[in-house]
């Protein structure tokens, strides 16, 4: 890869913290480089500590350096990352206009009129790591991410669970025809946010993002139930529809299988094993989400799926949906311009 856009990341959370290793693990295929990072909280020895203690995103296999206002990141290959890091408010970020792709990733400013500062100089768009109601579009990678355009200025990946459900269910409908469908989630919570140690029922943003994304979805006939549980693991999508042509288990599990192989409508954004042996395999996956073979369940008309999803991760289609992007923006063919074909590579740890 020799042509590649720079990046300009703001919020260095869990996403952003999961996003920089995706990166760091596929750089060398990626059309873009992070080139500067911001986050309001966290000074560079805070961002720091972090990379060296969390339990979950593992920079082991690089040697990690913060000095002066920058973070150094050493393959063992001796190619060197430099990114530099400042700790201020989005109205003070030093680098704004340098970046050509500005990633909103601190949760903070999913309003579009919060990004308009973001797009000066050389910046062309802003994708935004969460749901935005006024964005210029939503773009669901392996669902409408072929959408895109240049004119746009502010694009939302979606969420976890729109990207987790919204593929899924599409394929459904055209394969089965889709006449209500329901989801359950069971949700984790990082430990710094949890107020507490019981469970709490919350709305979620898919139920209202769904049926503006799936024009055949009614508002009416869709239901999402969200409830977040004190616990950092990997999460839980159980999914029902009620289908027109209900396939019979063994069929549904065919069918799946096809569209998840290579050059299928499914390949590299859903994945099926066998039996449930726990959600900690899935930690750090590739995938938007992995159906039980076996938990697959169909009663007259309805069909059962049981799904785990690592709502961290979710940056898997957040680094497809930046890659399209910015191979678009430089003129390049991508991959997936004739069919959908994910950019990720097979699942490792995080």
């Known amino acids: 890869m020799t042509e590649t856009l720079n990046v300009g990341l703001n919020g260095f959370g869990r996403f952003g913290l999961h996003l920089l290793k995706y990166w760091l693990d596929r750089n060398e295929d990626t059309p873009w480089k992070i080139g500067w ?41 001796g190619r060197k990352h430099v990114l530099q890091y400042s700790n201020v408010p989005k109205d003070r970020i030093p680098w704004v206009g340098l970046p050509d792709l500005f990633f909103e990733c601190s949760g903070k400013n999913t309003i579009a009129e919060r990004c308009d500062d973001f797009l000066t100089g050389r910046t062309k768009q802003v994708l935004i790591s969460a749901t935005s109601w006024d964005a210029d579009a939503t773009l669901v990678y392996g669902f409408n991410h072929q959408d895109w355009r240049s004119d746009l200025r502010t694009i939302s990946y979606g969420s976890c669970t729109v990207n987790g459900f919204v593929p899924l269910a599409e394929w459904f409908n055209a394969m089965y025809g889709v006449v209500s469908s329901d989801v359950n989630v069971i949700h984790n919570e990082a430990r710094h946010k949890r ?69 299928g409508p499914l390949a590299g954004i859903y994945d099926m094993d066998v039996a449930d042996i726990g959600p900690e395999v899935y930690n750090c996956t590739a995938y938007s989400a992995v159906i039980i073979r076996n938990a697959i ?12 999803f690592d709502t961290e991760n979710s940056v898997n289609r957040y680094y497809d949906l930046s890659t399209f992007v910015a191979r678009k923006l430089l003129g390049q063919e991508s991959r997936d311009d004739h069919k959908v074909v994910a950019f990720s590579q097979p699942m490792e740890a995080c």
């Open 37 to 77: 990072i911001n986050d309001d909280s966290l000074s560079l020895q805070d961002a720091y500590r972090l990379m060296l203690q969390d339990d979950y995103v593992i920079f082991n296999k690089y040697k990690v350096y913060a000095e002066g206002d920058t973070l150094t990141f050493l393959q063992p290959n």
């Open 195 to 263: 107020g507490g140690e019981t469970l709490l029922r919350k709305f979620c943003t898919l139920e209202k993002s769904g049926p503006q994304l799936l024009s055949w979805l009614a508002g009416d006939r869709f239901i999402v139930n969200y409830t977040v549980v004190p616990y950092s693991g990997v999460s839980m999508m159980d999914m029902r529809f009620r289908c027109q042509r209900p396939p019979t288990a063994e069929q549904l599990a065919g069918d799946l299988s096809v569209a998840m192989a290579d050059g």
């Open 297 to 308: 369940k169909v009663l007259h008309d309805e069909v059962y799926l049981q799904t785990y």
